[in-house]
């Protein structure tokens, strides 16, 4: 079986080991055993167990493989415990990337601001979006909204003198008639 999965190639060898693991499992303790998938076809429940791994949605491993809604919810309450721990894992991953990642950022914000050659010719666009960027992420994280609003509210002054100006409008109208 190959998965397409992200990580290096161990884990994805003890990804497979542990979904065949798991597919071999359910087909000896499950019980009406001869209609489950996984004794049917062990190589398609392990691709579609892969696919719950990766956290694909539903709704495309159904048109990718044909399995229908029923055995699919069964297949992912059955090898929850494999798929649960693989989502874990490569949420570990990438939350060490990320702190990876952010270290190295300010690490080059430093060299950059200790530099006035390599300052000057760095844009204050790249800079801009860069806060634009971390600014936004840090107010999703705080549950803030990123997005900017303007409104524009109408007060009395306004309101009558938009009354004046139709007023105006309508009675050159009439004259010019």
Known sequence: MELVAPGNPEDDVKLAREIADSVQWVTQMGADRSRRLEVRDPERACQI???????????????????????????SRDHSEVVQRTKTHRAIQATRLQLKAADALEKKLEDV?????????????????????????????????????????????????????AKKEVSQEVIDV
């Open 49 to 75: 167990i892969a696919m719950l791994c990766r956290g694909i949605p539903h709704r495309t491993i159904i048109a990718e493989t044909g399995v229908n809604v029923k055995a699919l919810n069964r297949l």
């Open 113 to 165: 601001l200790e530099d006035d050659e390599v300052r000057a010719k760095t844009s204050v666009k790249d800079l801009a979006m860069g806060y634009g960027i971390a600014t936004d992420k840090q107010r999703v994280i705080h549950g803030e909204g990123t997005v900017v609003t303007h409104e524009h509210k109408v007060t009395l002054e306004d309101a009558r003198a938009a009354i004046e100006e």
